[in-house]
């Protein structure tokens, strides 16, 4: 998938609309571990161009899908999106905070 190529090569404001269009795409299929990859896939673009928030609402959509699916790679892959998000949001916080005492 082109997306996923942007990906490795840090591209990720082109990989966006890709996985924007992969999303809409598993949506209509109802493919819910089609969706899933996909979210998952969508949330660490997401992450990357530090929008953490909507990071988040994707991998928690991953994650309830990961709920109805019931296989255990699927919830240990979300457990483990959802941490490097708790992890990324958490350098986020310091790094804010530590700029805010520099300016102080």
């Given at each position: 998938m082109l997306a996923s190529l942007y990906v490795r090569q840090k591209l990720p404001s082109k990989?966006?609309?890709l996985f924007d269009e992969n999303v809409a795409l598993y949506e209509?299929?109802?493919?819910?571990?089609?969706?899933?990859?996909t979210l998952?896939?969508?949330?660490t673009v997401l992450e990357a161009l530090g929008r953490?928030?909507?990071?988040r609402r994707d991998a928690e959509?991953?994650?309830?899908?990961?709920?109805?699916?019931g296989f255990t790679m699927y919830l240990a892959g979300s457990t483990r999106r959802l941490s490097e998000l708790a992890?990324?949001?958490?350098t986020s916080s310091r790094l804010t905070a530590c700029r805010r005492k520099r300016r102080s």
């Open positions: 990989a966006l609309p209509q299929l109802d493919n819910p571990i089609g969706l899933w990859w998952n896939g969508h949330s953490l928030d909507a990071a959509r991953a994650n309830g899908l990961a709920k109805k699916i992890a990324a949001e958490e």
